[in-house]
Nanobody
Framework: VQLQASGGGSVQPGGSLTLSCTTSSRIFSGNTMAWYRQAPGSTRELVAMITTGYNSDYADAVKGRFTISRDSAKSTVYLRMNNLRPEDTAVYYC????????????WGQGTQVTVSS
């Protein structure tokens, strides 16, 4: 199972970024897709997730600022991040879990997001 994430970078507070994660159509069609993040010295935490039925959920810290979406034609999940804050600085990981992977978790390689003035 391969998850190819991209879109990280450095922005100033208040800026925006969009992360993308692409996988195979077989995985994408059967699984929930999610984004996690891990800041230095912290545990990995769920940021947002979206099911195959397009139901989504967010961590309280990002509600109203981040939007997760999925495009079945491209087998890609996106995380649009607006009004970024320094505390959003972390490595962001794409995750998938569901029937297509026998409910095992698989992870992308991580992409760095840095929010700093």
């Amino acid at each position: 199972v391969q998850l190819q994430a991209s879109g990280g970078g450095s922005v100033q507070p208040g800026g925006s970024l969009t992360l993308s994660c692409t996988t195979s159509s077989r995985i994408f069609s059967g699984n929930t897709m999610a984004w996690y993040r891990q800041a230095p010295g912290s545990t990995r935490e769920l940021v947002a997730m979206i099911t195959t039925g397009y139901n989504s959920d967010y961590a309280d810290a990002v509600k109203g600022r981040f939007t997760i979406s999925r495009d079945s034609a491209k087998s890609t999940v996106y995380l649009r991040m607006n009004n970024l804050r320094p505390e959003d600085t972390a490595v962001y990981y794409c995750n998938t879990r569901g029937v297509a992977t026998n409910y095992r978790d698989f992870w992308g390689q991580g992409t760095q997001v840095t929010v700093s003035s």
